[in-house]
């Protein structure tokens, strides 16, 4: 797979699972009994979802910085001992900032769109409940890099492939 095809991929699976978010907020729920029990199962599911979000937000950011920046291709897992460790500490704590701030950015304008929905209230308490979910998931990735370590396992396979490709071209 190309480097640019997988970094569309990456991004086109973010924004599609954002609206698929956007219109399950959309959908009138009113039918629904409204019991406590339902509530904290509606808090919970979107909590996932956005932490799911999150997920697909962070491999997009981080993908894209490994495939077109030539220093960040080779990228350390945080377990490994090298010169560049402090360095890949600080870009993959900056992705991971960047990618929160995002998905709060979008879990808050997916919040407003609801003001215009009849039978939904936007509310902030929402907009906490998902930045609930996503730090969750954040402190996940980051106290246990498990994508991470997938992502550089699969990085190593696509620098492997394009290194061949770039020798056979020569």
Known sequence: MKKSAFIVYAWLSAVIWYLFIFWLNSVDLTDINSSTFNIFINIISYQIAYGILFLLIYKAILSTLKLTVTRLMYFKSQREHSEDQE???IIELLVLITAVLLTVILA???EAHQIDIINKIASINDVLANLAGILIFAALIFLA???H???LIFGKSIARKLKTKSHKTK
């Open 149 to 151: 370590e997938a992502d």
């Open 108 to 110: 808050i304008i997916d």
């Open 145 to 147: 890099p498990i994508v």
């Open 87 to 89: 360095f890949a500490s």
